[in-house]
């Protein structure tokens, strides 16, 4: 198949992976934190006469980012939402994941989200794909369960532009030279005919003004609609 439909969580898995690549420099220097951190705990257990608490049991599950998360929603534009604004059911196969999760951690899971379009916190019946995920006390996220259909093979397209204002004025400018390329000389006045410059001057024109129009009508209809780039709204609970 040469169009394949989009796996959120295969986009989420690849993003994780690009952004968990090893710069030594900065691994060096996380370690070196993370040791003084531990050092400054104990330190402080110890002066303060602090127990340790027990810690959940480690798990091999597949924790995400929330900087993956946040590149994947405006790639996509999903939004990042906690799960009591999910307007659809919740499928009984997560809900059994989150209890067998429970008890392999040896704790409960708090502050569950949903990865998803802004429809399916609006429209019970949409059928875009859920991701739900459970935010764990280091700051990341459990994956527990996805459900629903993948999205369309051409939606980074069609949302590229409106990821932010900087992918817009790549996509004017793009359709722009499309557009000028496009027009025919039989339309150029005779007087930008007479040499390559003046054509070249000719064209440039055309493609200056049509990036602006582009851009500038963009950016009304989307205030005008209330649409706002993804990159201001993954996480915003208000849905236009």
Known sequence: MVFKDINVLDELLKEESKLSEIDPIKAAQEILNDDLAI???IEKDIR???HFKSQPK???????????IRNICIKYRLRFLDS???????PKEAIMKVKHLEKELG???RSFKIIAPASRFSLKDSTKDPILVAKTNSGDYLYIHKWGNDMEWYQKLINFPFSNIQNLALSSIALA????LLIPISVTPEFYNRTAALMIMHKAMIFCAVT???FSASLALGIVFSKDF???VWNDKYFN
């Open 39 to 41: 050092e400054h705990r």
């Open 48 to 50: 303060d006469g602090h």
């Open 58 to 68: 480690k798990s091999s599950h597949l924790r995400l980012s929330e900087e993956a």
């Open 84 to 90: 009591t604004l999910f307007a659809g059911e919740i």
């Open 107 to 109: 704790t409960e899971l």
């Open 177 to 180: 030279l499309l557009i000028t």
């Open 212 to 214: 602006g129009l582009i």
């Open 230 to 232: 993804s990159d201001d």
